[in-house]
């Protein structure tokens, strides 16, 4: 069967991008109404046509949007195409599979993080062709390695190489991070490709679409029409990024009474980070990438040592095996779901001093001395996600849960964690004084 098929100028930068040896991920994003979904149900169906008896996955977060939205651009490609079910192809809603005639098939499939499956193991035994992600924003980074590892199927029979095209709206997390950025600065790497995708490049769209879109706020405007990636979303951020950027190049202020804060990997999973404080200048960051109790205890001693630190004026996280450092150290237990102080209005002890870690980034209040770029660019990160959360709702003061942080960076944010556990001692600025070694 011969269809013909006809690309804006986006697209066909697109099509060249998949057709590129060297690529394996192509990111088509930007604003809305840019015809991605419509490209990306054509770039699959146009390879189950092409390659007999192909395995292609179409997925997005949830199955049942994925469903009501992108499986409807789906058979809207085959009807423009000229396509009938029945004749042409067969869709079985119990299995989520779409069947051509010549054999080949396309799975939905649902790729939304649930916490009883944190290791994909759903998607451990496919062995797919191909794959379109739409809207891979809404997913985790993880996911969408996991599912570049299943592609793998019948490549060697029709000379194919792994190919994973994602579409999206602008979102900063680990698309910005991995395409939209490195492109951006021209040091994408080789076997990425982005694209940058608005509704002006769509001629079918409606002429109505972007009077829609210029009704909207500022920030879904700049997103949804201008294709910004670059848009301030600061509405439920805590930290000004250029705050942020200032604590790097705080020098000037005065030292003061000395102090170690220590977020403790958790069962070897995330990093070990040990922040140095004079005063509220962070001058030492060791970072331990993986390391037993004793080392991350004998670490701390071994800094506290040389910098002459009351041992009440070390905080450690008193959650998971940190509270094995504690037991050593003999030194104050930071337990992040714990009572606030003073009784105010925060969800926990941990919600709390990340509100005065903003308050304090903000103002100018605290410098973090590091030449290690990788160190600043993790920690910029972490910062920029420390968001008001539950914003809509008259209960306690809330921050993003660290699962949902964890999905955005696609790590956990222990760098910030530990600079955080330092406010304690802001909010209880006596609690070290008296304490009895």
């Known amino acids: 069967m011969k269809i013909n098929l006809e690309f804006t100028k986006k697209q066909s930068t697109a099509v060249r991008h998949l057709f590129d040896t060297e690529t394996t991920e192509v990111l088509f994003g930007g604003g809305a109404g840019g015809g991605k979904s419509y490209f990306g149900c054509s770039w699959i169906i146009d390879a189950c046509l092409k390659y007999k008896g192909i395995r292609c996955l179409i997925g997005r977060s949830k199955l049942d949007n994925l469903k009501k939205t992108t499986l409807n651009t789906f058979f809207e490609v085959c009807a423009d195409w000229g396509m009938k079910a029945g004749k ?13 005639f010549n054999g080949s098939q396309v799975m939905l499939k649902d790729l939304f993080h649930y916490p009883s499956d944190p290791n994909y193991d759903s998607l451990g035994s496919l062995e797919l062709t191909m794959a379109f992600i739409d809207e891979c ?21 029709y000379g194919l190489i792994p190919k994973m095209l994602m579409t999206c709206n602008p979102a900063k997390n ?10 951006k600065l021209g040091v994408i790497p080789k076997h990425r490709k982005f694209v940058q995708a608005l509704a002006s490049d769509n001629v079918h769209i409606s002429k109505h679409y972007e009077e829609q879109l210029l009704k909207l706020d500022e920030i879904s405007k700049q997103r949804l029409l201008y294709g910004n990636w670059e848009y301030d979303d600061s509405e439920d ?13 705080n020098t000037t202020l005065e030292q003061g009474q000395k102090y170690i804060s220590a977020d403790i990997a958790r069962f070897g999973k995330d990093k070990t980070v040990i922040i140095y404080w004079n005063g509220f200048r962070a001058e030492k960051i060791k970072v331990l990438d993986t390391n037993t109790i004793t080392e991350a205890a004998n670490e701390i001693r071994e800094i506290q040592r040389a910098e002459g630190v009351s041992l009440g004026n070390i905080i450690v996280d008193d ?3 940190g509270g094995g450092v504690r037991d050593i150290l003999r030194c104050k237990g930071f337990v992040n779901n714990g009572k606030v102080i003073n009784k105010e209005n925060y969800q926990n002890l941990k919600t709390q001093c990340y509100y005065k870690l903003a308050e304090y980034i903000n103002a100018g209040k605290l410098y973090l001395q590091t030449n290690n770029t990788q ?20 209960t306690k003061l809330a921050i993003l849960p660290k699962e949902k942080v964890k999905q955005i960076i696609g790590r956990s944010p222990d760098y910030s964690d530990a600079l955080m556990m330092r406010m304690y001692y802001a909010l209880k600025p006596n609690q070290g004084k008296y304490y009895i070694q």
Do not use: C
């Not at 996911?143 to 060697?156: G, H, M, Q």
């Open 137 to 157: 924003n809404q997913i985790t980074h993880k996911a969408k390695a996991i599912l570049s590892s299943r592609i793998r199927y019948k490549l060697d029979e």
């Open 174 to 183: 680990w698309v910005y991070d991995e395409f939209y950025m490195p492109n």
């Open 375 to 394: 160190i600043k660019d993790y920690l910029t990160k972490e910062l920029e996600q420390v968001r008001r959360d539950k914003i809509d709702k008259d």
């Open 319 to 321: 959650d998971g095996i």
């Open 88 to 100: 042409h192809y067969e869709f079985n809603a119990g299995s989520n599979i779409i069947t051509f």
């Open 237 to 249: 951020k805590l930290i000004n990024y250029n705050a942020i950027l200032n604590m790097f190049e």
